[in-house]
């Protein structure tokens, strides 16, 4: 069984520019989350998308925006790059995203914001 | 106060020693538990899943949890240089999401 596939894997963009990210999730997998990890903040959660529906979404402006289609494959947009959106953005899926559910992870796209 | 608190480390170790990684959390909410390994340059993988409080073992590794305290901790036994890497641990509660702490950075010397 496939992983949780992202792409790219290595992003390098100029402040301003914005960038979409896709996120293939593991087969049977309906419920798409992601995270944004960089050396001072950890991981934090950005949003999590089921049957194309946000349920939640983590406290980032505006210019991180996700969307699921009818396949569960998932994107992520981030418009007008910043210096401090350089990190790498992690895409995790899982069932149906309930509390007992273990969650996988892909391996990750890294953006550089030059 | 973050909901999941981790020390950074680094923890460096030689090969065979026994490690311990430990995390605190606040949020009474959170009912599930686990820890995530992480290489250089790679997503988290799952490590360990538990969901109430007492120990769990799986090979090496065995994480445990101590939900009137709050305190989480993974136990490594025979540690060795492939073991060397970034544990994370989080926790879950009822909103979809992982908590994670910032991890720590664990090296396993030969």
């Known amino acids: 069984k496939a992983g949780v596939t992202q792409t790219p894997r290595y992003l390098i963009k100029t402040r301003g520019q914005q960038v979409t990210l896709s996120c293939s999730p593991i087969?049977?997998?309906?419920?798409v989350s992601w995270y944004q990890q960089t050396p001072g903040q950890g991981l934090q959660f950005l949003f999590e998308?089921?049957?194309?529906?946000?349920?939640n979404k983590g406290n980032f402006p505006g210019r991180f925006s996700g969307r699921q289609f009818s396949n569960s494959r998932s994107e992520m947009n981030v418009s007008t790059l910043e210096l401090g959106d350089s990190a790498l953005y992690l895409c995790?899926?899982?069932?149906?995203?309930?509390?007992?559910?273990?969650?996988?992870f892909g391996s990750g796209t890294q953006l550089s914001v030059l | 106060q973050k909901e999941v608190e981790q020390d950074p480390g680094p923890l460096s170790v030689p090969e065979g020693a026994i490690v311990s990684l430990n995390c605190t959390y606040s949020?009474?909410?959170?009912?599930?538990f686990m820890w995530y390994r992480q290489y250089s340059r790679k997503g988290p993988e799952l490590l360990m899943y538990?969901?109430?409080?007492g120990n769990k073992e799986d090979g090496r590794f065995t994480a445990q949890v101590d939900k009137s305290s709050k305190y989480i901790s993974l136990f490594i036994r025979d540690s060795q240089p492939s073991d060397s890497a970034t544990y994370l641990c989080?926790?879950?509660?009822?909103?979809?999401?992982?908590?994670f702490g910032k991890g720590t950075l664990l090296t396993v010397n030969p």
């Open positions: 995790a899926s899982s069932t149906t995203g309930e509390m007992n559910e273990k969650l996988f």
């Open positions: 538990t969901y109430s409080s």
């Open positions: 087969s049977g997998h309906r419920s």
């Open positions: 998308y089921f049957s194309e529906t946000q349920r």
């Open positions: 989080a926790s879950k509660g009822s909103n979809y999401k992982l908590t």
């Open positions: 949020n009474s909410a959170f009912q599930y």
